[in-house]
């Protein structure tokens, strides 16, 4: 399993949804799968790894437990190699709009139209609805050379690449890609930047083209992109050869249809009990989007939030099933 959206049809029935393919997420489809569930994974992004794969996949992450260091997208494909030995069904660029309490579960409704009916849900949705801000033009491009994640670099390798935008992702995604590809050019709207003082220093030492104040005017080519024009303020236009547009202008976050489920919040995220429980019964939530007395935002404790959570399901949903799971080791 490769993180990947699986074909499915219009409907579904799990035991287990889980909204939100972020670490804590993937980690608590594993462990659902390790207590004897069917699992379906919801996510209105295209790939897994939610804030770790869309912002920072080649960062290194200190506070994960049994790592001294690894890099954000390496984290992100062990957990769904852990998770995939479970064979989750994947619903990536779905987002979840409506959820209905019915007799015995909860009917998931997603933007697309997939109806997937759980016994129970559990929500690992970060920071909330999570989706790139779009390059105003060349859309029509969007996996045909226009791109919003650098997952694996090694794709683009022999490319001419666009890099769009002035943060962290941008710069981090041009020197990531430096090395790989023909020749990177760091296309930025204004003449600062807001990444890290380092990684400017580093790009601007390196080879990557730096064109500021520049603005991306018109995408080209016939099936696929095959060159992109930039234009300043004073009307200076330069046409680039790309066969590959990576779009790094930020993400908009906001708690998006989970306003409207019912949840009783805090602080904008999901009050939840002990158990991780909602105030809706089959709904739990856990992670950076769930809230309660004592709460810390670390990956590592919304894995054990994750699996805290599937115990608790495990039990509703199977009342003969021991809260207690037994060592994984006797497995």
């Known amino acids: 399993m490769t993180g990947s959206a699986t074909p499915v049809g219009p409907e579904l029935t799990v035991d287990l949804l889980v909204i939100g393919a972020g670490p804590t997420g993937l980690y ?10 069917s699992v379906a994974i919801a996510d209105a992004l295209p790939e897994a790894g939610g804030q770790i ?31 995939g030995r479970w064979d989750p069904v994947y619903l990536l660029g779905h987002g979840v709009t409506d959820l209905e309490d019915i007799d015995g579960g909860v009917l998931a409704t997603t933007d697309r139209g997939a109806r997937i009916t759980a016994g129970a849900v559990l929500v690992c949705g970060g920071i909330g609805n999570f989706v790139p801000r779009e390059l105003p033009v060349g ?6 050379g226009l791109r919003y994640f ?4 090694a794709e683009l390798a022999g490319q001419d690449v666009v890099v769009v935008g002035g943060g962290d992702s941008a710069l981090d995604w041009a020197l990531t890609l430096e090395p790989l590809a023909a020749s990177v050019t760091l296309v930025h709207r204004r003449t600062r930047f807001r990444a890290h003082e380092r990684s400017v220093e580093q790009v601007q030492s390196c080879s990557v083209r730096v ?21 300043s303020a004073d009307g200076d236009r330069i046409t680039l050869p ?16 989970i306003e409207r489920w019912g949840l009783e919040l805090r602080r904008r995220r999901i009050l939840v009990d ?26 590592s404790i919304g894995f054990g939030e994750a699996a805290l ?23």
């Open 150 to 153: 650098v997952p694996r670099p």
């Open 242 to 257: 790309a066969q590959c547009v990576v779009a790094a202008l930020g993400f908009i976050a906001d708690l998006g249809p």
């Open 211 to 231: 064109l500021t104040p520049y603005e991306v005017e018109k995408v080209h080519g016939d099936t696929a992109v095959s060159e992109v024009v930039v234009a």
């Open 309 to 331: 959570a599937v115990n608790h399901i495990a039990a509703l949903l199977d009342p003969a099933r021991s809260l207690t799971p037994g060592h994984s080791s006797d497995a």
């Open 139 to 144: 859309s029509e491009y969007l996996d045909r």
């Open 28 to 37: 608590g489809a594993y462990y659902a799968g390790f207590r004897g569930m």
């Open 53 to 83: 794969a869309a912002l920072y996949p080649e960062k290194l992450i200190y506070d994960v437990a049994g790592f001294p260091a690894v890099r954000g997208q390496d984290l992100v494909d062990r957990l769904i190699e852990q998770a």
């Open 274 to 299: 002990r158990t991780l429980r909602s105030s809706r019964g089959r709904v739990y939530a856990a992670g950076d989007i769930a809230d309660h007395d004592g709460k810390v935002s670390l990956i």
